[in-house]
Each structure stands twice: as C-alpha cells, then as structure tokens.
C-alpha cells in the first residue's frame, strides 16, 4: 500500500485508519484499516467520488469522517461512514483561497489550510470562518499538521497463557 500522507489517518474505538492507494498497477484508493483487538487489516471502499490529494481524515459525531475538497468548486465535501456505508452530511463553502481540509473540531467545526499558509476555522453552526493566524515556518513551506484523539479502552489479543501477545513476533 501506499500511504498518502500522515494527516489522512485517524483512529476510533480500537480501529486505525487510513487512506492509501494499493501498489497493484491500477493505484486503486480506498481506506485501510487496523483493528487493534483481533490485530487484523481490512480494505474499506471510499466513497464514490474522484480521489482529491486534498482530503483528511477526522472524527464527527463518533463516526470516521472523510473531508474532500474539490479544488475546482472550491467546496469540503464531508462524508460520514456509518456500518461501512458512506453518508454524505454537509456540503460547505465555496471556499476561495483554501488549500486543503485538516480536520473536525468538536463536532461543529472545520480546520481548514489556505493558500497562504493560515489555519482557519469554519463553524457548521453559524457558517462563519475564523482565522486563528499563520503557521508556516521557514522556506520548507507549509508546516500545519492536526491529529485527530479519542481515548479508547481496547483489550489486545491474549495467548493462551493469559500473556499479552509479543507485538514484534510476526
């Protein structure tokens, strides 16, 4: 697999995932994921729209999201996957001046990259954006990076000896 970036991952009650395209000639992408209790990776179909290098993962609603950004329309597609079927909820902009989509905040808001180098935030409920300021650094161009946290409880996989499983034993 070839994983599209660091930023188009998030986690959610013991599952990790991903966006990646496959390495089988035909570069598929779809979604990745890990579940951390039976330690087992499972293929995921994307939603049916063109793949965007301007996409994030998130959390919304304690469901995984997906935030497209479609540089033409200038519009964040947000999608929500629910018993792996995906909802599309909002549509929201247009958005002149925005790179990318980074992440959901607290289920009402949308942390978005502008052209420029800001980190701005748009708020599902009263649809205004807000500017929360510049956050480059130096001549290696773009530095904003958001990661998504749930705490989660999840039980690992037990040998028969009630001992935790060696992670390194492959």
Known sequence: YDFKSHFKSTNLNGVFYWLVSRDDGDHSNIMLSFHISDEEFREIERPRIPYSSHESLGLFNNSVSLLHFDKSSHYIDIWLM?????????????????????????????????????????????????????????????????????????????????????????
């Open 82 to 170: 629910s018993d792996m079927n995906w909802i599309q909820q909002f549509a929201i902009g247009p958005f002149l001046g925005v790179m990318s989509p980074r992440g959901i905040w607290k289920n009402n808001a949308v942390l978005m990259e502008s052209d420029n180098g800001r980190l701005l935030l748009y708020d599902l409920i009263v649809e205004e954006v807000r500017d929360l300021g510049r956050f480059t650094r130096g001549t290696l161009g773009t530095a904003i990076l958001t990661y998504c946290y749930k705490e989660s409880l999840v039980r690992l996989k037990r040998l028969e000896d009630d001992r935790l499983s060696d992670p390194f034993d492959i």
